[in-house]
């Protein structure tokens, strides 16, 4: 998932690499925490032994806690949106239909054509198995919602079609406060009262507002450093923090981490966050290596499902059972997601930007999606 530069901001020296990596792996924990949808029967995984999923040894963190990589991913959006767009948006620079158009510009052609996609195929593995797979609600007024983007918003009775695509959905209402609110101020006091707010409250959207807020506080602390005096001891005692706090938590949950799940992650993913900001060199071809995993991560999430559903139906027209715990039809399945990923970006998501934006931003609004830095 990748968010643009402003066209009207300069670039700064600062890539974000770090967290280009990181939005990576949570994508990458993403794919594998989805893995055991080839083992549904309608919404439920039957006779699914965890023990034996490939790399289940290796990989049982991604298996067991890879939902943990959406609330991630929302901290991840908030740093960005906070690192590129708070000044401009405080200041007028970036007026209201820009701002929506660079999001539109992004999110919704892959997302509409995700959408069409499943659309398709689902009532093809409805007359085959007499069940959808994984998301039921497939019928006229949930694919409306997900037409707007408003696929959970609270009017749904279930995900459906492209199901993973409910967590852009909730982050949408976001977007739309976030831009509001920095009309008003731009002060990270702000952020404290959202964030204190949302951990009164309970459900996704709450968790989406406080993780995308206090994202927003790190990029704000990143940004505030930089002509600190003590710069170098603040970044220490991140540092330090990040190490230490996994350890406290074990010990005062008494290894029950999950029972305290909210709360650990919102405090130590913008310590992350904050670290991984820094400024970091890279060869060159490493930086290019890096940037495009970045890439990859909003085609890799939208993809991931509606390739599993053409492997299941593939499977059940052969009237094959799938291998699930080989792990050859794992590494293909993650492979074949990855490469799909990477040209969807390359030859369908950055040219339907640019030309998207081109044509409703014009002019001169429209600069190339490979010189905006880091998106989501």
């Known amino acids: 998932m990748r968010f643009e530069m402003s066209p009207t901001s300069p670039v700064p020296a600062n890539k974000l690499l770090g967290l280009e990596v990181l939005r990576f792996l949570t994508a990458f924990a993403i794919l594998v925490f989805h893995y ?9 995984a039957v006779d699914l032994v965890k023990d034996r999923l490939p790399l289940y040894g290796l990989l049982h963190m991604f298996y067991d806690a890879g939902v943990y990589g959406v609330w991630i991913f929302w901290c991840i959006s908030g740093f960005i949106f906070f690192w590129k767009y708070r000044d401009a948006i405080a200041d007028r620079s970036v007026s209201g239909w820009k701002f929506f158009v660079l999001r539109f510009s992004r999110l919704y052609p892959l997302h509409f054509v995700t959408l069409l996609l499943v659309a398709i195929l689902q009532p093809v593995y409805f007359g085959l198995n007499g069940y959808f797979f994984v998301y039921q609600d497939n019928d006229l007024w949930h694919f409306l919602l997900q037409l707007f983007m408003a696929s959970n ?13 409910w967590s852009i959905s909730v982050e949408v209402l976001v977007y739309i406060l976030f831009f509001l609110m920095l009309l008003a101020t731009r002060s990270w006091l702000l952020n404290l009262v959202v964030i204190a707010a949302c951990v009164t409250s309970s459900g ?11 994202g927003g506080l790190a990029a704000i602390a990143r940004r505030a450093i930089a002509t600190a005096t003590f710069s170098r001891a603040i ?7 990040v190490v230490m706090l996994p350890f406290l938590a ?9 029972q305290a799940d909210f709360p650990l992650l919102l405090t130590y993913t913008p310590i992350v966050l904050f670290c991984l900001s820094r400024d970091i060199a890279m060869p060159a071809p490493i930086q290019k290596m890096v940037e495009a995993a970045g890439n990859m991560t909003y085609s890799s999430y939208l993809l991931h499902f509606p390739i599993q559903l ?3 139906l593939g499977f059940a ?18 492979a074949t997601t990855l490469l799909a990923s ?10 339907a930007q640019n030309l998207i934006r081109d044509l409703l931003l014009r002019p001169n609004a429209a600069a190339p999606v490979t010189a905006l830095g880091l998106t989501k």
């Open 36 to 44: 055991p949808h080839f083992a549904f029967v309608a919404d439920k």
């Open 153 to 165: 918003w609270g009017f749904q009775y279930g995900n459906s079609f492209d199901g993973p695509i």
């Open 204 to 214: 996704q959207v709450a968790y989406c507002f406080a993780f995308f807020y206090i």
């Open 235 to 241: 970044e220490g005692g991140a540092g330090l923090a």
């Open 250 to 258: 074990w010990r005062f949950t008494h290894g029950q981490l999950e």
């Open 310 to 312: 053409m492997i299941m």
């Open 317 to 334: 027209i052969i009237r094959a059972p799938i291998p699930l715990y080989d792990g050859t039809f794992f590494g293909l399945y993650l």
């Open 342 to 351: 990477y040209f969807t970006y390359r030859y369908f998501e950055a040219p």
